[in-house]
């Protein structure tokens, strides 16, 4: 069993910046890759970020040039750096973990922008 930890959300102001964590414990392997979703009310969920077992990256397009997602050190943990944030970020963020064993999620962290 996988378990799937996010935090890091909170309330700032538009164009500030956040930094989410995911720290994945339990029974882990190689991740084939890992994900930051986000879902606002009244929206379906949408991928905002990719990152491979391989260091490739991929972003949505709204998101490019202003959200950076990394592993850490340990590769247990993945970030998701989001700067120039905007009132249209306002989401629930969820960490996904794709690996041989099946797919894992966290529980969410809220990311709130003001005006």
């Known amino acids: 069993q996988v378990q799937l930890v996010e935090s890091g959300g909170g309330l700032v102001q538009a164009g500030g910046s956040l930094r989410l964590s995911c720290a994945a414990s339990g029974s882990i392997f190689s991740f084939n890759a890992m994900r930051w979703y986000r879902q606002a009310p009244g929206k379906q969920r949408e991928l905002v970020a990719t990152?491979?077992?391989?260091?490739?990256?991929n972003y949505v397009d709204s998101v490019k040039g202003r959200f950076t997602i990394s592993r850490g050190n340990a590769k247990n943990t993945v970030y998701l750096q989001m700067n120039s944030l905007k009132v249209d970020d306002t989401a629930v963020y969820s960490c996904?973990?794709?690996?041989?064993?099946?797919?894992?999620w966290g529980q969410g962290t809220q990311v709130t922008i003001s005006s």
């Open positions: 990152i491979t077992s391989s260091g490739n990256t």
């Open positions: 996904n973990a794709v690996m041989a064993t099946g797919s894992y």
